[in-house]
């Protein structure tokens, strides 16, 4: 079946450390991908998106690239924040799948000043 | 615009009680599709619904029903609450594309926290 694995956390990370978080998936076709975060107390948040293979999503400083070959989409930043400790979801959606969101794990990431 | 509203924030319910959930979406939005979010199963979709309609349902048993009304609002029922039913119920609407039909960007809301005990 269509699934996302992410890597357990917690990362906890230094401010202006570089950030990586692992996300791979397995699909039987060709999903959108998504990068959620979620602040403490709130819902979700959509951080950004990729929609077909090679294609780059950003925003707020996060990058991700869609790869097929490697069915990856990893989640990076050059320079944490204080502010960007939460919980984020990697998730797939497939075109006709009637907008049912598939959710990995969840990566709870730390970043002390 | 206003985001997504969903009511009430939290609840406390009893064993063999039922609850219902009410969501908002963001206005102009048609599509709402509701989620179940435990520590130990993480985010699971539970159905949506768009034009008061059930497009897709997750794997959940019969004792979760939802229902959509003719001004987007939807609300999601549980009937004899187990202990397991505790959990962070999140509620996200979507706008329509160019086609007519949901886009694939979910707007959340904060969630019902509801406790069983």
């Known amino acids: 079946g269509n699934s996302v694995t992410q890597m357990e956390g917690p990362v906890t990370l230094s401010e202006e450390a570089f950030l990586t978080i692992n996300c791979t998936y397995t699909?039987?076709?060709?999903?959108?991908l998504f990068w959620y975060v979620q602040y403490p107390g709130e819902g979700l948040q959509l951080l950004l998106k990729a929609t077909k293979a090679d294609d780059k999503g950003s925003n707020k400083g996060f990058e991700a690239t869609y790869r097929k070959e490697t069915t990856s989409f990893h989640l990076e930043k050059g320079s944490v924040q204080v502010s960007d400790s939460a919980v984020y979801f990697c998730?797939?959606?497939?075109?006709?799948?009637?907008?049912?969101?598939?959710f990995g794990a969840g990566t709870r990431l730390a970043v002390h000043p | 615009k206003a985001g997504v509203t969903q009511t009430p924030r939290y609840l406390i319910k009893t064993r063999g009680q039922q609850v219902t959930l009410s969501c908002s979406p963001i206005?102009?939005?048609?599509?709402v599709s509701w989620y179940q979010q435990t520590p130990g199963q993480g985010l699971q979709f539970l159905f949506e619904?768009?034009?008061?309609?059930?497009?897709n349902k997750g794997n959940f048993p019969g004792r979760f029903s939802g229902r959509q009304f003719s001004n987007s609002r939807s609300e999601m029922n549980v009937s004899t609450l187990e202990l397991g039913d505790s959990a962070l119920y999140l509620c996200?609407?979507?706008?329509?594309?160019?086609?007519?039909?949901?886009?694939?960007?979910?707007?959340f809301g904060p969630g019902t926290r509801l406790t069983v005990t």
């Open positions: 699909a039987t076709g060709y999903p959108s």
């Open positions: 619904y768009f034009s008061e309609t059930q497009r």
């Open positions: 998730a797939l959606l497939f075109s006709g799948g009637y907008n049912k969101l598939i």
């Open positions: 996200a609407s979507s706008p329509l594309g160019t086609g007519g039909a949901p886009t694939y960007e979910q707007y």
């Open positions: 206005s102009g939005h048609r599509s």
